[in-house]
């Protein structure tokens, strides 16, 4: 497999063509961010850890039934994935209340959220990523009636297959955002699953173990994403 030019590049991943017409190829690079972009840094190792995270979390995935667009890991940084034609909507489940929710709805932080729920949020850094509904999605033409119920679906199923993963390494999966797109028609999950997209706390102490260790300068952030990856038997 060749890899050729970038053909796009966001904000920690590029993605590069490659010589067949099926696959691209997935750079996670050392690039960090949050708040849409407002908030840069480079942090050694961020690439090789989410990229072996995000096999581990696939993998698991796949195994389940959950269809994805992961194929295999080229190297400490890269990983063939299938070609997709993303849906520009972002899918968030959450169990337990924090971030947006707490500043849009007034719920306090750490809240245990039965039945979860479930959120779109349209795909655009400009506007800040603003949620967005079923009506939007199918009015404006970013998803289908039926795009959106298989979103739904497969977001709870990940859910479902994680929850038990994350619970048996002693953590409680807070929140996270999936992302789909089209393969020949067919709707599979895209993007990445790592300690980047979705909130984990130590189911012991609370303390915070993903994202929010960058976007709240708590310090550590790989260290802890390191130790969540432990915690499930990532080798890095
Ligand atoms: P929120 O509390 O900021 O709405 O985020 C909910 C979860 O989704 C959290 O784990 C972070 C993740 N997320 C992203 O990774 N990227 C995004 O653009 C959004 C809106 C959420
Ligand atoms: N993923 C978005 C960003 O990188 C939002 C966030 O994580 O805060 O800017």
């Known amino acids: 497999m060749q890899k050729l030019e970038e053909l796009y590049k966001g904000k920690a991943k590029s993605v590069y063509a490659t010589d067949d ?28 850890v989410n990229n072996k995270f995000n096999a581990f979390i696939m993998a698991k995935l796949q195994e389940a039934g959950v269809p994805t667009h992961f194929e295999k890991l080229l190297s400490d940084t890269e990983c063939l994935v299938k070609k997709l034609k993303m849906i520009p909507v972002e899918c968030v489940i959450r169990n337990y209340a924090a971030g947006s929710l707490c500043r849009r709805l007034g719920i306090q932080e750490g809240r245990h959220i039965s039945p979860p729920t479930f959120e779109l949020f349209l795909k ?35 859910n479902e297959v994680l929850q038990p993963l994350f619970e048996q390494g002693g953590m409680l999966l807070v929140d996270f955002k999936l992302e789909f797109g089209l393969f020949h028609d067919q709707l599979i999950l895209g993007d990445e699953f790592s300690p980047d997209g979705c909130r984990l706390w130590d189911a012991e102490t609370r303390e915070k173990m993903d994202k929010d260790r960058f976007r709240q300068d708590l310090g550590n952030v790989i260290e802890f994403y390191e130790e969540v990856g432990k915690r499930l038997g990532v080798v890095f």
């Open 124 to 158: 655009d850094d400009s506007l800040g990523d603003p949620m967005i509904n079923d009506s939007h999605a199918e009015t404006f033409g970013w998803a289908t009636k039926a795009q959106l119920q298989q979103m739904r679906e497969l977001t709870y199923k990940v």
């Open 21 to 48: 017409a099926d696959h691209f190829i997935m750079h996670f690079r050392n690039d960090t961010s949050a708040f849409d972009g407002k908030k840069l840094a480079q942090l050694d190792r961020k690439g090789m």
